[in-house]
């Protein structure tokens, strides 16, 4: 534990900025290699160039200025919290990546450093209420005189800033303005909410024990060894998708986590012999702190790919991808013709006039969500019914892949990104395999 000055809880907070208050990354780089490199091919640093998050931001203001709504830094606060606090961007509707580039680095970078490392207090987590159109309430309390504060209770001084310890950086609430979203009260992206009372939480396991593991190293470069420094890539799901080569270190802690993410069971086979099925019934159980996927759910696919062989024939088939790289679910395939026993793990939002679905609903004009996400702590079971040829005999086998990737194909060719809709990798979580024997 550490010396945490007496004061620290009531201290002031800033409420207006200038982009000069925050440093660049740039600055911290000589004496934080390690630091500023695995933030560096984090998604945080991605946040504000995120190809995706750009063409969505302007969809989504388009959108909302044809029902007459302002969106204004909805988007920006999270993504590039220092041209929120300073009002940097105008022209939301049109903003490119070469306005961007255009911009400060602080404001290039966006989730930088001193965004969190200039927080003198927990934030609260966000909400925002449409119809008193009041979109930019995300909470930063920071203070910007230099001080740069974390978890090290005995920093060595160095000449370019003040160093202070603070116990809310090893906490969940921490990082709770920007990943816990509410609307109108309605849960969007609600990952704090969903650790909130699990085990995880009653066992120590908050957000930085998963996202930012420990490691031995020196937290600056003439500094001490020290063997509790926090890795800065914060593996999730995503990987950098403006370029045909992300991060190799920062692909692999991603891998690593999804690894480890879910499992799936074959907990059950059997044959129906008076309609002649095959009956199968799997079971995915979730191991991470929060639900599978979490977050922007809507955008992700979690699902089963399952086939059923007959002799080396194929006769079932379900979870494949098609010519176009994308799964049959209801938005390729509304009318569920093509694979109707498909297994998605996601969900679905809906707005006000029961529009549903990804190309016609975001986070900002929702008023409910279907879930269909992996339960925190808790498992899903699903049934398949597999037709058999008639008076079938012999051996069957079923292989079960879990997958995942971050955005269905589909999606991004709907935003116009179509290099970026063939980068997105696929990651098998899980996979089992299983025979069973017919007789007649
Ligand atoms: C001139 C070198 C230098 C520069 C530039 C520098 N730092 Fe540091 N920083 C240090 C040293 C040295 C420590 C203490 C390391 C130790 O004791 O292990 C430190 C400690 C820290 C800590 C830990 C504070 C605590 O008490 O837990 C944070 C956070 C930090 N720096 C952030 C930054 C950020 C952000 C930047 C860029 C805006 C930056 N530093 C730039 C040298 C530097
Ligand atoms: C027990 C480990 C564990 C804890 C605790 C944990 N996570 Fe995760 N997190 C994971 C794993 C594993 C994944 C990848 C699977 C997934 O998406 O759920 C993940 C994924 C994510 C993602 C990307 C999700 C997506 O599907 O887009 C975000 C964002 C995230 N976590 C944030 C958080 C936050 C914020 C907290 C604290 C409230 C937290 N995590 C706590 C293990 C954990
Ligand atoms: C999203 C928020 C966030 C960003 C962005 C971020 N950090 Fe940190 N950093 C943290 C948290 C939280 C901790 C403490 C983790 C804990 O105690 O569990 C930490 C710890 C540190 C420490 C103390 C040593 C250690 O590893 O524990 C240093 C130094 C540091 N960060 C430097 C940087 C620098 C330099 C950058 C930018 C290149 C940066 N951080 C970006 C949240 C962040
Ligand atoms: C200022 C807002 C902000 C804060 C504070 C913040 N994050 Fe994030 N985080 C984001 C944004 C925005 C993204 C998504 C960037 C993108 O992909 O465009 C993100 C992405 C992530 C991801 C990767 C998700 C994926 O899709 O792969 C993880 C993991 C994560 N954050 C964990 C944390 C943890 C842990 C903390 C607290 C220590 C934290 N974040 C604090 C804004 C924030
Ligand atoms: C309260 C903070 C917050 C607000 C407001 C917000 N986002 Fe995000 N956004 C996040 C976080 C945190 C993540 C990472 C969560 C995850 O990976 O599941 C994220 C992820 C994303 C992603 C996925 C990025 C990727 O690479 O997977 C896109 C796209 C995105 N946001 C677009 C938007 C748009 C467009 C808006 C405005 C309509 C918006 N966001 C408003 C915090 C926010």
């Known amino acids: 534990m550490g010396k945490e000055k007496a004061d620290i809880q009531s201290r002031p907070y800033q409420t207006e900025f200038k982009v000069e208050d925050f440093s660049s990354a740039e600055d911290c780089k000589s004496c934080h290699p390690t630091h500023f490199a695995e933030w560096a091919s984090s998604m945080h640093a991605y946040s504000a160039k995120d190809p995706v998050w750009l063409k969505l931001q302007q969809h989504e203001q388009a959108v909302h200025v044809e029902k007459g709504i302002e969106l204004g830094d909805f988007c920006v606060q999270c993504h590039s919290p220092v041209a929120a606090l300073t009002d940097a961007i105008t022209n939301h509707e049109s903003f490119s990546l070469s306005d961007l580039e255009a911009l400060p680095l602080q404001i290039q970078e966006g989730v930088t450093c001193d965004i969190c490392h200039m927080a003198t207090h927990i934030p609260e987590p966000t909400n925002v209420i449409t119809e008193e159109q009041s979109f930019e309430t995300t909470d930063f309390k920071l203070f910007t005189d230099g001080t740069r504060y974390s978890i090290l209770n005995d920093p060595i001084e160095n000449e370019y800033h003040a160093s202070e310890y603070h116990s809310g950086y090893d906490k969940s609430e921490f990082c709770q303005n920007c990943h816990n979203l509410s609307v109108n009260g309605v849960d969007a992206e609600v990952t704090q909410f969903e650790w909130e009372g699990t085990a995880f939480q009653a066992m120590g396991n908050e957000c930085q024990t998963c996202h930012m593991q420990t490691y031995e190293g020196r937290a600056a470069t003439d500094g001490p060894l020290r063997s509790d420094l926090h890795r800065h890539f914060f593996p999730g799901v995503d990987v950098q998708l403006n370029t045909a080569n992300p991060d190799p270190e920062h692909y692999s802690a991603v891998e690593a986590l999804l690894l480890e993410a879910a499992e799936v069971y074959i907990n059950d086979i059997y044959h129906d012999s008076l309609i002649n099925t095959l009956n199968l019934s799997l079971i995915i159980s979730n191991n991470v702190g929060h639900k599978f996927p979490t977050g922007t759910t809507f955008a992700r ?31 390729v395939d509304p009318d569920r013709e093509i694979d109707p026993q498909l297994q998605m793990f996601n969900t679905v939002l809906y707005n006000a006039e029961g529009d549903s679905g990804l190309l016609n609903v975001g986070v900002s004009d929702m008023v409910k969500l279907s879930d269909y996400t992996l339960p925190v702590s808790g498992s899903k079971s699903v049934h398949y ?3 058999l040829p008639d008076n079938f005999e012999g051996n069957t086998t079923t292989s079960v892949r879990l997958l995942f990737r971050s955005f269905p194909p589909f999606y991004l060719r709907f935003l116009g990104l179509n290099t970026e809709a063939e980068r997105i990798p696929i990651f098998e979580i899980d996979q089992k395999t299983a025979q069973f024997v017919i007789s007649q």
């Not at 059923?308 to 006769?315: G, S, T, Y």
Request: glycine share 6%; aromatic share 14%; with cysteine.
């Open 301 to 331: 696919q979690l699902w089963i790919e399952l086939s059923c062989k007959v002799n080396e024939n194929i006769i079932f088939s379900s979870g494949f991808l098609n010519e176009n790289g994308d799964v049959s679910d209801f938005y």
């Open 385 to 387: 019914t597999v037709p």
